[in-house]
T-cell receptor, first 112, second 116 residues
Framework: SQQGEEDPQALSIQEGENATMNCSYK?????LQWYRQNSGRGLVHLIL?????REKHSGRLRVTLDTSKKSSSLLITASRAADTASYFC????????????FGEGTQLTVNP | GAGVSQSPRYKVAKRGQDVALRCDPI?????LFWYQQALGQGPEFLTY????????KSGLPSDRFFAERPEGSVSTLKIQRTQQEDSAVYLC??????????????FGDGTRLSIL
């Protein structure tokens, strides 16, 4: 069963706007990762944030982590049509060992 | 290789048939994972190898599912007596070293399995 839940399930925006996706999880984690998946393709790693970090940036991506609320957010700034994809958060935790536990994903559509 | 390679990309089988899905991880990668992704859902963990040793198979849904990695490189996921609920995309991922915290996984494009 999935421990992560993304919110919203689907998001449609115009090019140039910012997109924010949220993720919640249930158990203690070592780190949280965000992945992107284009239709019919595998997952591509975007960014990893450790449990002792609160915010991380990579290019147009900003990730926050609130371990007290067991939640994370992914912000994509100045979105482009090419950002259209599904975005998943994934956690690995003290009790889950090596496996990643994925949320159900947010389908982002960026309209040109 | 340049990336994780999975074959076939698409597989259609009749209910009750056996299927075998192949994963070629990135050359030299020690750890290999299999995930199952149902339509519209996130991937779910199936099993994990470190070299040829299958260290975690707790995600395999039934004894009809079997995975192996006999020489510590290529892996095969076999599903016996397939059922319609086995229809999904099967993803393979690898990492360069023994799994440790804070490592991203490198995914293949998956095999889309359809059971008729």
């Amino acid at each position: 069963s999935q421990q992560g839940e993304e919110d919203p399930q689907a998001l449609s925006i115009q090019e140039g706007e910012n997109a924010t996706m949220n993720c919640s999880y249930k158990t203690s984690i070592n780190n949280l990762q965000w992945y992107r998946q284009n239709s019919g393709r595998g997952l591509v790693h975007l960014i990893l944030i450790r449990s002792n970090e609160r915010e991380k940036h990579s290019g147009r991506l900003r990730v926050t982590l609130d371990t007290s609320k067991k939640s994370s957010s992914l912000l994509i700034t100045a979105s482009r049509a090419a950002d259209t994809a599904s975005y998943f958060c994934a956690t690995d935790g003290e009790t889950s060992g090596s496996r990643l536990t994925f949320g159900e994903g947010t389908q982002l559509t960026v309209n040109p | 290789g340049a990336g994780v390679s999975q074959s076939p990309r698409y597989k259609v089988a009749k209910r009750g048939q056996d299927v075998a899905l192949r994963c070629d991880p990135i050359s030299g990668h020690v750890s290999l994972f299999w995930y199952q992704q149902a339509l519209g859902q996130g991937p779910e963990f199936l099993t994990y190898f470190q070299n040829e040793a299958q260290l975690d198979k707790s995600g395999l849904p039934s004894d009809r599912f079997f995975a192996e990695r006999p020489e510590g490189s290529v892996s095969t996921l076999k599903i016996q007596r397939t059922q319609q609920e086995d229809s999904a995309v099967y993803l393979c991922a690898s990492t360069p070293r023994r799994i440790k915290k804070n490592q991203p996984q490198h995914f293949g494009d998956g095999t889309r399995l359809s059971i008729l």
